[in-house]
C-alpha cells in the first residue's frame, strides 16, 4: 500500500489538563494480527472526534479499549484523569458506551432498558425517574416510551440505543458507528442528536466510515487504516495536508487563449490549463475565488456557458493517504 | 452487591415472563415422572403373590419327607394347592403347566437323612413360572435343610447316650429355626430408595442440570444480542454478570429442585426423611450442578451450542446416575458411578428416605462438594472460546 504517516497535528489545540479522553500509544494485537498500532488522540470537553476510517480499520478494537471493554498491550487511556484499566470500576462511570450491535433488550419497553442500565449505572431511584424521562424526550420516543422494543423500526432501536449511553450523563460518550443499518430520516435525528451532546459539553468519540458523517460531526476527525491513525485534524486542515487544493472549470466559447493569460495574473490562481472551449483553474480557495475568476474571464472575451467548483473531500484525502477509496 | 442483585432480579423476571423455568424446570419433569411412573408401575415393591400349585411325589410311609409339602400349604404368604401323585408324573404334569413346580422326594427320605447321606429331593419349575416358584423352592430348600439339621443332632446324641427325652429336645431345637434372633421390620439407612422415589429423585436431579443452564444460556444470549459490551462498560466489576448469571442458575434449580421433590413426594406417595438433610442435598446437588455450567460457559460459542451441550450432559449425567433405572456396574465403571453428582444425590435421598440424617449423608455430600470443586478448576484453566468469537 501507498500510505503514509502524517504525524497528529491539531487545530485549535484545548489547553493542558481540559481533555476528557487521552489516548497515548495504544497498541493491541490479536496473534500475528496488530490491529491497533500506537494509536494517540485526545479530546476535549465539548469536543467530537471522529476516528474515520473503512470495516476492520481497527476503529472498533480502539473504542474497545478506551472504554475498557478489553486491555490494550501497550499504551494508555485516561478517562477525565483516570486511567482505564478493565478491573477499575469507578473510571468506567465516566463512560458512555453506545455499541456498534444493538445493544438493547427487545421483550422489554424502552423505558425497562432504561431503567435497568440506569441501575446497573447506579443512578438513585428519584433521579433515574427523572433522567429517564429527559433521555426519552431527547431521543424522541417519549411516545412509545411504553411498547415493547422488538416492535421499534431500526432507527428507533438505535435511537435508543444511544439513549442508553448517556442516562448517566458521562464525560465521555462513545458512538461505534451508530447510522449503520439507518434510513436516511432516522439518520439524520441520530446526527442532531449527536450535534446537540457536544453543545451541551460532552466529549464524543464517534466511529464512522461514512465521510458526510465525519465531516458533519466532528470538530477533528483521525483517518485510520490498519490500525494506524494516518492523520488527523480538523477536515480543512486534513484537506491542506495532503496538498488538497480546489478546481474551477470553466466552459465556453471566445478568446480561450487570452482568458488564460488574464487568470494567470490573479493571485489567488495556482495554475491554468486551457484547451479550445475549456478552462482548468487550481485555487485554494474556490467558493472565495469564483465569483473574480468569472468577472475576469468574461472581461477577457470568453463568452462562459459553465462554471463547476470541484473541492477534496475526505473521500479524497482517505484515497490520497492510503492509496485506496475509503468504502474499499 | 446491588448491581449483582439487580442482575439477577432482572433474569429471575425475565425467566419468568418468558415461562422456560415453568415448563422445563416444572412441567416437563412432573409429566415425565407421571408417565414413568405409569410404564413402571409393575415393578411396584410390594407386589401381591399369586396362587400357586405345586405337583408332589412324596412317600406317606416315611416319617419325615411329608412334612415338606406340609409346610408349603402352611405359608401365609400365599396359597399353594399341593397335587399327590406317582413320581413318573410329575415332569408331565409341569411340563403340561398345570404346575408351576414339581417335588419328588425319594423313598427312604428319613433313613437316609439319619445315616448322614445324603438324601436326595428332585424340584423340577415350570417353563412360565414366576416369583410364586422361586417362593416354593426356596421355602423347599429351607425345610430339608431344617429336618437335616435335627436327624442329624438326634443321631449325634444318641451316639453319645442320651436319654430318649434329651434326644427329642435336641431334635426339636435343632429342626426349629431360632427364636434368639428376632426380625424386626424397620428403617434404616440403606441408600435404597423405592421404585416411586428413585423415579422423583432421578427425574428431578436430571432436570436440575437443564434448570441451572439456563444462567449460561443467559450469559451467552447476553454476547449474541450485544449487551454484554454494554454491560462489560457498566461501573462494576466484569465478574459480576458472570456471578450473576450464575447465582440467577442456582436460585432457579433450588427453586426447581424443591417444588419438584416436595410435588413428587406428595404425587406418588414418597417421604424422603428429614428435611433439613434433604434442604442440604438440594443445595449442595445445585451447587454442583451449577458448577458444570461454567464449563459450558467456556466451551460453548453460541447459546444454541451451549443448550445442546447441556442437553447431552444432562442426559449422559442422569442416566448413568439412575434417573431412570439404576445402572449396575462393578470396579471402575461403578468408582466413575459413584462420582456422578446425579447418583450422589439419589444416594443422599436413599439414605434420608431410609432415616438417615445429616450426619449419614458425607459420602454423597463429599461426592457433589468434590464434583463442585473440580468444575470450577477445569472451568478456570480452560479457553473461553465464547470470549474469542
Given at each position: ?11 485549535d489545540?484545548p ?17 500475528d494480527l ?8 485526545r ?19 480502539t ?5 475498557g471493554?478489553?486491555s ?24 458512555g458506551?453506545?455499541?456498534?450491535d444493538?445493544?438493547?433488550y427487545?421483550d ?5 432498558n432504561l ?15 427523572r ?8 431521543i ?12 421499534y ?6 435511537r ?5 449511553g448517556l ?20 439518520r ?5 442528536s449527536?450535534?446537540?451532546?457536544s453543545?451541551e ?22 483517518i ?5 491513525i ?5 477536515r ?16 465556453g ?13 490573479l493571485?489567488?490562481i495556482?495554475?491554468?490549463d ?13 467558493p472565495?475565488?469564483?465569483?473574480r ?8 472575451g470568453?463568452s ?5 467548483i470541484?473541492?477534496?473531500?475526505l473521500e479524497s484525502v ?11 | ?6 442482575i ?6 425475565q425467566?419468568?415472563?418468558?415461562k ?23 415393578f ?13 411325589s ?24 399341593v ?12 411340563a403340561d ?17 439319619s ?15 414366576g ?11 429351607g ?7 435335627g436327624?442329624v ?5 444318641s451316639?453319645?447316650g442320651l ?20 426380625l424386626?421390620?424397620g ?31 443467559a450469559l451467552l444470549?447476553e ?9 462489560q462498560?457498566?461501573?462494576m466489576?466484569?465478574?459480576?454478570v ?9 436460585l ?7 417444588f ?8 406418588f ?8 438433610a ?11 450442578a451449577?458448577?458444570?455450567?461454567f464449563?459450558?460457559a ?7 451450542q ?10 449422559v449425567?442422569?442416566?448413568?446416575g439412575?434417573?431412570f433405572?439404576p ?9 466413575i ?9 439419589i444416594?443422599?435421598?436413599g ?15 463429599s461426592?457433589?462438594?468434590g464434583f463442585?470443586?473440580?468444575c ?5 484453566v480452560?479457553p ?6
Open positions: 500500500m501507498s500510505a503514509k504517516t502524517i504525524s497528529n497535528t491539531r487545530l489545540h489547553a493542558a489538563g481540559a481533555y476528557v479522553l487521552e489516548v497515548q500509544s495504544l497498541v493491541r494485537r490479536f496473534g496488530t490491529a491497533v498500532d500506537d494509536v494517540s488522540f479530546i476535549a470537553a465539548g469536543e467530537t472526534y471522529g476516528l474515520l476510517g473503512p470495516n476492520g480499520a481497527g476503529k472498533t478494537t473504542i474497545s479499549m478506551v472504554a471493554l478489553i490494550p498491550d501497550a499504551g494508555s487511556v485516561v478517562v477525565a484523569g483516570q486511567t482505564m484499566d478493565p478491573k477499575k470500576v469507578e473510571v468506567k462511570g465516566n463512560i458506551l453506545v455499541p456498534q444493538l445493544a438493547i427487545p422489554l419497553t424502552a423505558r425497562e431503567r435497568y442500565f440506569g441501575r446497573l449505572q447506579r443512578i438513585g431511584r428519584d433521579a433515574l425517574d433522567r429517564i424521562d429527559e433521555v426519552l424526550d431527547l424522541g420516543l417519549s411516545d412509545r416510551a411504553g411498547d415493547l422494543t422488538k416492535e423500526s431500526g432507527g428507533m432501536k438505535r435508543l440505543n444511544i439513549g442508553i442516562l448517566h450523563q458521562p464525560s465521555l460518550l462513545i458512538l461505534d458507528e451508530p447510522t449503520v443499518g439507518v434510513d436516511p430520516q432516522s439524520n435525528a441520530i446526527l442532531e449527536v450535534e446537540a451532546l453543545v459539553g460532552m466529549a464524543v468519540l464517534y466511529t464512522t466510515h461514512y465521510m458526510e458523517e465525519a465531516e458533519r460531526l466532528c470538530d477533528r476527525i483521525g485510520i487504516d490498519e490500525g494506524r494516518q492523520a488527523e485534524g480538523s480543512d486542515h486534513l484537506v491542506r495536508l495532503t496538498g488538497g487544493v480546489d478546481h474551477i472549470r470553466l466552459s466559447s471566445g478568446d480561450i487563449e487570452a482568458a488564460a493569460q488574464a487568470l494567470r495574473a493571485p489567488e495556482e495554475q491554468v486551457a484547451d479550445r472551449r475549456m478552462l482548468m483553474l487550481t485555487v485554494h480557495d474556490a472565495t475565488a469564483v465569483a475568476v468569472v468577472t475576469t474571464a468574461t472581461e477577457a470568453v462562459l456557458s459553465d462554471v463547476e470541484t473541492r477534496p473531500d482517505f484515497l490520497h493517504l492510503t492509496g485506496k477509496a475509503l468504502r474499499d | 452487591m446491588r448491581q449483582l442483585w439487580t439477577v432480579g432482572f433474569d429471575l423476571r425467566r419468568l415472563r418468558d422456560s423455568i415453568l415448563i422445563f424446570g416444572i412441567a416437563v419433569p412432573l409429566a415425565l415422572m407421571g408417565v414413568l411412573n405409569l410404564l413402571l408401575g409393575g411396584d415393591e410390594s407386589p401381591e403373590l399369586e396362587p400357586v400349585t405345586v405337583a408332589a412324596v412317600p406317606a410311609d416315611d416319617p419325615l419327607a411329608p412334612t415338606i409339602v406340609d409346610v408349603l400349604t402352611g405359608l401365609d404368604v400365599m396359597d399353594v394347592t397335587k399327590d401323585m406317582p413320581a413318573d408324573e410329575v415332569d408331565d404334569y409341569v403347566g398345570d404346575a408351576a413346580v414339581g417335588i419328588t422326594v425319594d423313598d427312604g427320605f428319613a433313613q437316609t437323612v445315616t448322614g447321606r445324603q438324601a436326595r429331593v428332585e424340584i423340577i419349575e415350570g417353563d412360565s413360572s416369583l410364586e416358584a422361586d417362593v416354593v423352592i426356596s421355602v423347599v430348600q425345610t430339608v435343610d431344617q429336618l437335616t439339621a436327624v443332632a438326634t443321631v449325634a446324641g451316639a453319645e436319654s430318649p427325652d434329651e434326644l427329642a429336645t435336641v431334635g426339636r431345637t435343632a429342626a426349629t429355626p431360632s427364636d434368639h434372633i428376632a424386626i421390620e428403617q434404616a439407612s440403606n441408600e435404597q430408595l423405592s421404585t416411586k422415589g428413585t423415579l422423583v429423585a432421578g427425574q428431578t436431579g436430571l432436570f436440575l442440570l437443564f434448570t441451572v443452564g439456563f444462567g449460561v444460556l444470549a454476547r449474541e444480542q450485544g449487551t454484554m459490551a454494554r454491560l462498560s457498566m461501573p466489576r466484569r465478574s459480576t458472570v456471578l450473576a448469571k450464575s447465582l440467577t442458575g442456582f432457579l434449580g433450588v427453586f426447581a429442585t424443591s419438584l421433590l416436595t410435588v413428587g413426594s406428595l404425587l406417595g414418597v417421604d424422603f426423611g428429614d428435611v433439613l434433604v434442604a442440604v442435598l438440594i443445595v449442595t446437588a445445585v451447587a454442583a451449577t458448577s458444570l455450567t464449563i459450558v467456556r466451551v460453548a460459542r453460541t447459546a444454541e451451549a443448550n445442546v451441550m447441556q442437553s447431552i450432559v444432562a442426559v449425567l442422569g442416566m448413568a439412575g434417573a433405572f445402572i449396575p456396574a462393578t470396579g471402575l465403571a461403578a468408582t458411578i459413584d462420582v456422578n453428582p446425579i447418583a450422589a444425590f444416594r443422599g435421598l439414605i434420608t428416605s431410609g432415616g438417615g440424617d445429616l450426619a449419614d449423608l458425607g459420602t454423597p455430600l461426592i457433589m462438594v463442585a470443586v473440580v470450577l478448576l477445569v472451568s478456570r480452560i473461553d472460546r465464547a470470549a474469542t468469537t
